[in-house]
């Protein structure tokens, strides 16, 4: 059994050919998929903070991020309207905003976007 085994992961490749090549002349269509034995790490998620998180018309609030990649330009936008643009560092995503001194009571969409990665995130500031 054991050399049957080895034989088996010397030639994976050539036994998945063989058997997609068989199904071809059959005219049937299939989708293989091999993979190691080891199972495939998940990324992680970008994320994103509001510190605070809900505050009166007016409030200052830190946007903080992580697992965003580095050096890209990130844009932090309320409603679609820009409020900052920050380069992401080593130490993730940072930046300081401020909720219109105007801005009714409600929720509010603070999405982040990287400029040229096209990575992005979604939270809500609630105006109280």
């Given amino acids: 059994m054991i050399e049957k085994k080895a034989w088996l992961n010397?030639?994976?490749t050539s036994v998945v050919v063989a058997l997609i090549g068989l199904v071809g002349v059959l005219a049937i269509p299939i989708i293989a998929v091999v993979a190691d034995d080891k199972e495939a790490e998940p990324s992680p998620s970008r994320t994103v903070l509001l510190s605070p998180s809900s505050g009166a018309p007016g409030t200052n609030v830190r946007v903080t991020?992580?697992?965003w990649t580095k050096d890209v330009e990130a844009r932090v936008e309320i409603q679609g309207n820009v409020?900052?643009?920050g380069t992401v560092s080593d130490g993730g995503?940072?930046?300081d905003i401020r909720i219109?001194?105007?801005a009714p009571i409600g929720n509010y969409r603070v999405d982040v976007i990287g400029e040229q990665s096209g990575e992005?995130?979604?939270v809500t500031f609630t105006v109280r």
């Fill in 100 to 102: 219109s001194p105007q």
């Fill in 65 to 67: 991020g992580s697992n």
């Fill in 120 to 122: 992005r995130a979604t």
């Fill in 93 to 95: 995503l940072v930046a």
């Fill in 10 to 12: 010397e030639h994976r």
């Fill in 83 to 85: 409020l900052d643009v």
